[in-house]
Nanobody, 126 residues
Framework: EQLVESGGGLVQAGGSLRLSCAAS????????VGWLRQAPGKEREFVAA????????TYSDSVKGRFTIARDNAKNTMYLQMNSLKPEDTAVYYC????????????????????WGQGTQVTVSS
């Protein structure tokens, strides 16, 4: 499975960005997917996840109410809409996926994911 992120960039605090993650090779329709991020000098941390059915979503407390995860299985793509961005959101953002037999299961730790994208840089200036 290959995942390719896009949509990162430089934005001022309070602004918005929309990240996309396109999957190739095979369909992600039966994969649980998520977004994680890693800031310089910090460990990779969970941001948001969505089940392969799309019915279940979960967010870290730091982004809840500001970020929205979504997926379009017909386009083999998932998204992360990021609003009200803060300087502390600055990080490399990764999309990740894993197969799951449970249609409404979400995964909120990096070690639970099997496939990763290369990452896209998000920088929020104050």
């Amino acid at each position: 499975e290959q995942l390719v992120e896009s949509g990162g960039g430089l934005v001022q605090a309070g602004g918005s960005l929309r990240l996309s993650c396109a999957a190739s090779v095979r369909t992600i329709s039966s994969y649980a997917v998520g977004w994680l991020r890693q800031a310089p000098g910090k460990e990779r941390e969970f941001v948001a996840a969505i089940s392969w059915s799309g019915a279940t979503k979960t967010y870290s407390d730091s982004v809840k109410g500001r970020f929205t995860i979504a997926r379009d299985n017909a386009k083999n793509t998932m998204y992360l809409q990021m609003n009200s961005l803060k300087p502390e959101d600055t990080a490399v953002y990764y999309c990740a996926a894993r197969s799951s037999s449970l249609i409404d299961r979400v995964y909120d730790t990096p070690g639970e994911y099997h496939f990763w994208g290369q990452g896209t840089q998000v920088t929020v200036s104050s």
